[in-house]
Each structure stands twice: as structure tokens, then as C-alpha cells.
């Protein structure tokens, strides 16, 4: 049982769109499967086309009220389990900063609360706001890897270096066997000079610093929000209709991924 978490301190390099993608892929393998969403633009719910505000409770809940995760879980998909987040999550940094007494111990409010529930799950997904706050802390407390979605534009690399050395922080200090499984390279125009350019740039960072690059490539297209505004779902769980479905990439993605988690478990 891993939990993996899907982050990157900058927005639009599709966190959301890789974490439900590969819960569909995971979840038509037959694995059970919990997403933990705890972004608080709740963009998970609204991939199943669900509405945020419908859920009585959330983790905002879980993290701060005591209130039980099993309480707050919803079934969205065969296989596919959601721990929501609502508007309630953006005061979550400022109610637990702010408390420090009722919260002596702020990183760990995560692994504290659902550590248990890596016994119901065959994999836990965790899709991450778009910074490097008190949230994204809890999740690399709790989580066992990083899948790090990298959008090849300007100032990218930057990003990329905040987050690993953050990765690398938590992992010192809270978290010793938190691994970064790998970049991932979304949205890639491979005719832009820019893009290549870029990835060029953050291959030999990533060579640098012995981090693993996939091979996978996800392109810039349209086909995954389309998934979302006409089906409701992730593209992965909706019936493949040509010859190469983009979806695809994602399943070939995971099998990377499992390469990956095997030559760790053989370390």
C-alpha cells in the first residue's frame, strides 16, 4: 500500500488532471483507491462532476474538528473513494497557526488523522494546492512519494527547485522515507522551441540531482478537460473511442510508476 501525493508549488501543470486520471487507471485495474483532495479550489469534486459545497463535511473537518475520516469519505466511482475539500480549507494554515496550543504539532495533523487508513485502501492519492504551506507540509509528512507534474514553461525550473528542495526538507525533518518517484512533463508543445529548451534545461537539473524523469509525456491537448466538461469524468474512465486515445498515457504512465515502486521495495 503507497500513498502518493501530486505536487508542484505552481498551478496549471495539471496536478488535478494526474491525480484522477491515474485513479481511473488504478481503479479499472480493480485496486481500491482513496483521493484525498486537499486543494481548496476542490477541483477533484468537480472532475466527477460533483459539487463541493454538496459535501457536509470535509478534511477540513478531519484535520481540525476530530471529525472521523470514515465520516466525511464518499463513494464517487467503482473503486474510487473521495476524502472532499470545501472553501472551509482556505482558513485551515491561519485556525492552525493561530492555535498553536490545540495544534502543538502542525505537520502531522494528516498522518495523525488517516494514517489507518492505509489499511482499507490499495492506494491513497493526494492532489496538493499550489504552494509550499502548512497543507502541503502535512501531506509530505504522511505521504511515501512524490509525483512531481512540471509544466516546461518560463520560470518553471524555479518551481522545480523549491519543491525538491522542500521535498528534501520534509524528508529530513519529519518524513525519512518521503522518495520523489518523478517529474512528470504536462502540457508540452514539442514544436516550441521554449518547451524544448525548458525540458532540456530541467533534464540535466534532474540528471544533477539523480531525480527520475518519465519517459511518459503528457501533451498539450484539450482532451482531458473535455473528458471533465462533457462526461464528468476523468478521461481514463470514460470508454476509449480511437485508435490512440491520449488517455492512454496515462496508463503508461503507471506502469512506470510500478517499475518505480518495485526498484524501491528491491532497495
Given amino acids: 500500500m503507497s500513498v502518493i501525493c501530486i505536487n508542484n508549488n505552481k498551478g496549471g501543470v495539471l496536478k488535478t488532471t494526474t491525480t484522477t486520471n491515474l485513479a481511473g487507471v488504478l481503479a479499472s485495474k480493480g485496486e481500491k483507491i482513496l483521493i484525498v483532495d486537499a486543494d481548496n479550489q476542490s477541483n477533484v469534486s468537480l472532475s ?23 465520516d466525511c469519505i464518499a463513494s464517487i ?31 502531522y495533523l494528516m498522518k495523525d488523522n488517516l ?59 519529519h518524513n525519512p522515507d518521503l522518495e520523489i518517484l518523478g517529474v512528470l512533463r504536462t502540457i508540452v508543445n514539442s514544436i516550441t522551441n521554449l518547451h524544448n529548451d525548458v525540458i532540456q534545461e530541467t533534464n540535466k537539473y534532474a540528471d544533477q540531482h539523480q531525480i527520475n ?5 503528457i501533451p498539450d491537448t484539450v482532451q482531458f ?35 518505480k515502486l518495485k526498484g524501491v521495495a528491491v532497495k
Fill in 48 to 70: 466527477f462532476g460533483l459539487v463541493p459545497d454538496d459535501f457536509r463535511t470535509s478534511l477540513y473537518d478531519v484535520l481540525t474538528g476530530g471529525v472521523p475520516a470514515e
Fill in 77 to 107: 466511482h467503482t473503486n474510487i473513494d473521495l476524502l472532499p475539500s470545501n472553501r472551509e480549507l482556505i482558513s485551515f494554515e491561519f485556525d492552525v497557526i493561530g492555535d498553536i496550543q490545540s495544534y502543538p504539532e502542525p505537520f
Fill in 115 to 173: 494514517e489507518h487508513l492505509r489499511k482499507k485502501y490499495d492506494y491513497i492519492l493526494i492532489d496538493t494546492p499550489p504552494s509550499l504551506g502548512l497543507m502541503n507540509g502535512n501531506v509530505f509528512t504522511f505521504s511515501d512519494y512524490v509525483l512531481i507534474p512540471y509544466a516546461p514553461e518560463l520560470f518553471s525550473m524555479r518551481s522545480l527547485i523549491e519543491v525538491v528542495n522542500t521535498i528534501n526538507d520534509f524528508k529530513e525533518l
Fill in 213 to 217: 524523469v518519465f519517459e511518459t509525456v
Fill in 225 to 259: 478537460s473535455n473528458a471533465v466538461a462533457y462526461h464528468r469524468l476523468p478521461a481514463t474512465l470514460i470508454p476509449k473511442k480511437k485508435n490512440f486515445d491520449k488517455a492512454e498515457l496515462y496508463f503508461q504512465l503507471w506502469e512506470e510508476i510500478q517499475n
